[in-house]
């Protein structure tokens, strides 16, 4: 039935379930069970803690494409902090997955030449290259009968060296950022709390202190690197402001190794997880980009993106959800719909069925989709080709306490090489 405003359920029985999801060790450890129980009960659901919950594939996708959910300043939810007071916030409120069109719009096209797909596979040799350098000190450490950490010694490293040498950053200062980020980043999950602010702040500062003397000295003197073509792009007789340079360094920066490090983290850890899987992948290398696409599907690096509505909206299930309202598109949940993906909590490298919405949609897309999935790509391809066993040293790898950006601190491995 079209136009139907909420589902019946109880909506104390909704809260509880995403209560759990948002805030229990339990849910942010494995919030898949929770999320069945939630489509169990319906496509989109009214929670009074939240607002409006999505955990359709349909629905969300075609919400992530909805000019009316918008994800601009009015979205922002109440008991944020205040950008006048805090660095952190203002940083993170003026980034262009924040800003809506035109501004939007402006940015991204002054950005996209250099994710293009041509762009992106003009890398690889170098990202063969990076990978290459973290293998062979693996190698040494495990013929010695040591555990090598897939976090701190593949993924984290790489991601980070491939946006670094984009951006022209340093080798030198790759890794000084690693806490840096993720100080920050702790403002994008729902349960942040004022401990973190100061951190945070201080993140921000030395993040916005670091980039705009990097985007200052490449206007100067530029070079053949991402950095120097924003601070010098023009379009249509347009350029980027010094804040608007230093806000999309730090964003490119941040998105280039986070969700990608995670990717890697997540996936490794489904193959860990799914020896017969990783088997069959061994047997047919051929398809490891459709396995990639399973593996994003299967455990994203982001679970949820909250939108508002600038407007009234009807849902693709036919909910009508009012002006002025939350709406949190469960992407984690999404990406198990049984609607879409038969037995979606199954890892199948073979799968081939919808897209993973793992790297949004619609004009917030990410724009830096096609270069996350050339490195995970190439680092599972290094891996299964030089070791001819890779297994879990510990049973429970440590994870992030996250759920907006979903991944693991550390997964140990035993690695034997090939």
């Not at 490449?218 to 053949?224: C, G, Q, T, V, Y």
Request: charged fraction near 25%; include cysteine; glycine fraction near 8%.
């Amino acid at each position: 039935m079209r136009g139907h405003a909420v589902t019946t359920h109880l909506t104390t029985d909704i809260d509880e379930i995403v209560t759990d999801v948002f805030q229990s060790t339990e849910g942010k450890k494995n919030p898949y069970p929770l999320y069945r129980r939630l489509q169990e009960l319906g496509q989109v659901h009214r929670s009074e803690q939240l607002g409006w919950v999505a955990t359709g594939y349909e629905v969300c996708s075609a919400a992530l494409r909805d000019p009316r959910v918008i994800k601009g300043p009015e979205q922002i939810q109440p008991g944020r902090p205040d950008p006048a007071e805090h660095s952190a916030e203002a940083l993170l409120r003026g980034t262009m997955h924040r800003l809506d069109p035109p501004d939007h719009t402006r940015l991204r096209r002054l950005v996209n030449g250099a994710f293009t797909p041509r762009s992106v596979a003009a890398l690889e040799p170098d990202i063969q290259e990076l990978i290459d350098d973290l293998i062979t000190p693996a190698v040494k450490k495990a013929e010695a009968g040591e555990p090598v950490d897939m976090m701190s010694g593949f993924a984290f490293p790489l991601s980070v060296a491939v946006i670094g040498r984009m951006l022209g950053v340093p080798a030198s200062d790759w890794h000084r950022f690693h806490d840096v980020v993720l100080d920050l980043s702790s403002m994008v999950e729902l349960g942040f709390t004022g401990d973190e602010l100061p951190k945070a702040d201080a993140a921000a500062d030395e993040l916005i202190a670091y980039f705009r003397k990097l985007g200052a000295e490449r206007m100067r003197n530029p070079a053949d690197d991402l950095t120097s073509t924003l601070a010098n792009a023009t379009e249509a007789g347009d350029r980027l402001t010094e804040q608007e340079l230093v806000t999309m360094l730090i964003l490119l920066f941040m998105a280039g190794f986070e969700t990608t490090t995670h990717s890697m983290g997540n996936g490794m850890f489904a193959l860990l997880e799914n020896p017969e899987q990783t088997q069959w992948l061994r047997r047919n290398m051929d398809a490891m980009p459709a396995a990639v696409e399973e593996l994003i599907r299967y455990d994203s690096p982001v679970q949820f993106i909250a939108g508002y509505t600038k407007e009234p909206v009807e849902l693709a299930d036919g909910t009508a959800v009012p002006a002025d309202e939350y709406l949190f598109l469960m992407i984690g949940a999404a990406n198990r719909d049984p609607r879409v993906f038969s037995d979606p909590e199954l890892l199948r490298l073979d799968r081939g069925e919808a897209a993973p919405m793992s790297f949004g949609g619609g004009i917030h897309y990410c724009l830096g989709a096609g270069l996350a999935r050339l490195e995970i790509r190439k680092i599972f391809t290094s891996l299964l080709t030089r070791f001819s066993a890779i297994e879990l040293a510990e049973p429970e790898p440590e994870r992030r306490s996250g759920l907006a950006l979903r991944g693991y601190a550390r997964i140990p491995m035993w690695l034997t090489p090939a």
